[in-house]
C-alpha cells in the first residue's frame, strides 16, 4: 500500500479549482451549474404569493354582497361597477382577483334563480286563476290560444299597415277596400290554423261584425277635436274592425 501511494502521490488544495499530481497530469473537477434568476419570474412570484402588490381586504368574506362592498338589494348596473373597480384596483393581485370574480359570479347566479323563479310562480298562478274561474270562463279559454312571438309580430305588421292605408287614402265611403282585404287575410289565417274554411270564415265574420258595432257605439263619443277633420265615422270604425280581426285570427283557435 505504501508503495502504491509513493508512485502516484496526489496534492490536493482547498484553495485550488484542481488537483494537481507528480505527473503534471491536471484533474478538472466537475463544473457545477449556475442559476441565475429574472426579474420578471421574481416579479411575478411576488405578485403571486402576494408580495408588494395590493391584496384585497375582503377577500376571505363568505357574503358575496359584502365581499364586493354592496347592498343585497343591489342593481345589476352597481354589482357591474364594483366588480370592474375593485378589479382595476386589486387585479394585479391572483388570489383577490379569483376572489372578486367568484363572489360576482354568485351574484349573477342567484339573480337568474330568481328571475327564473318568479317567471315559474307567475305561470302557476295564471293557471291557479284559470282551475278557480267558473265553468263559462275556462269553456271560453278553450278557444283561445296564444302563438309564437314573430307570428304576433307579422299580423301586427300587417294590420297596422291596412290601418295606415286606409288613414293615407281615406274615401268619401270609407276603406272598403282595405276592410275586404283585411277580413280575407284574417280567414285566410284562421284556415291555416283551423284547417277548415267554415270555421275560419265564421270566426272570420264574427269579428268583422263584433268590431263594426264596437266601433260604430264608440265612436261617436270620441270628442271631434281630437281626429282630423278629413276623417269620416266610416274610417274611424274600420280603425276598430282591424284591431278585432288582428285579435281574431292571432289569438282565437
Known amino acids: 500500500m505504501a ?11 482547498p484553495f485550488l479549482g484542481n488537483n494537481l499530481s507528480i505527473n503534471g497530469n491536471l484533474r478538472k473537477p466537475a463544473l457545477l451549474p449556475l442559476v441565475f434568476r429574472s426579474p420578471r419570474c421574481s416579479a411575478a412570484a411576488d405578485s403571486t ?21 354592496i347592498t343585497t338589494d343591489a342593481s345589476e348596473e352597481e354589482v357591474w361597477s364594483s366588480r370592474n373597480f375593485l378589479l382595476s384596483q386589486y387585479g394585479g393581485h391572483e388570489r383577490s382577483a379569483e376572489s372578486i370574480e367568484a363572489a360576482f359570479e354568485k351574484i349573477l347566479m342567484k339573480s337568474f334563480e330568481n328571475r327564473k323563479k318568479t317567471k315559474i310562480n ?8 284559470v282551475e278557480e274561474s267558473p265553468p263559462w270562463v275556462q269553456n271560453l ?8 312571438r314573430i307570428i304576433i309580430l307579422r299580423r301586427l305588421f300587417l294590420f297596422t299597415f291596412m290601418a295606415f292605408w286606409s288613414v293615407m287614402n281615406s274615401a268619401e265611403g270609407g276603406p272598403a277596400f282595405q276592410v275586404a282585404l283585411s277580413l280575407f287575410a284574417c280567414i285566410y289565417f284562421l284556415n291555416d290554423k283551423s284547417k277548415s274554411i267554415a270555421r275560419a270564415s265564421v270566426i272570420g265574420f264574427g269579428s268583422l261584425v263584433v268590431g263594426w258595432i264596437c266601433g260604430s257605439c264608440v265612436v261617436p263619443m270620441i270628442p271631434a277635436a281630437i281626429w282630423q277633420p278629413t276623417w269620416t265615422l266610416e274610417l274611424l270604425t274600420s280603425l276598430i274592425v282591424y284591431v278585432f280581426l288582428f285579435l281574431g285570427c292571432t289569438f282565437l283557435k
Open 49 to 69: 404569493y402576494g408580495g408588494n402588490v395590493a391584496k384585497y381586504p375582503r377577500s376571505n368574506v363568505w357574503d358575496p354582497y359584502k365581499r364586493l362592498g
Open 3 to 13: 508503495s502504491l501511494l509513493l508512485s502516484n502521490p496526489v496534492i490536493s488544495s
Open 141 to 148: 279559454l278553450t278557444f283561445v290560444e296564444i302563438p309564437e
Open 122 to 129: 307567475l305561470k302557476t298562478r295564471l293557471k291557479k286563476k
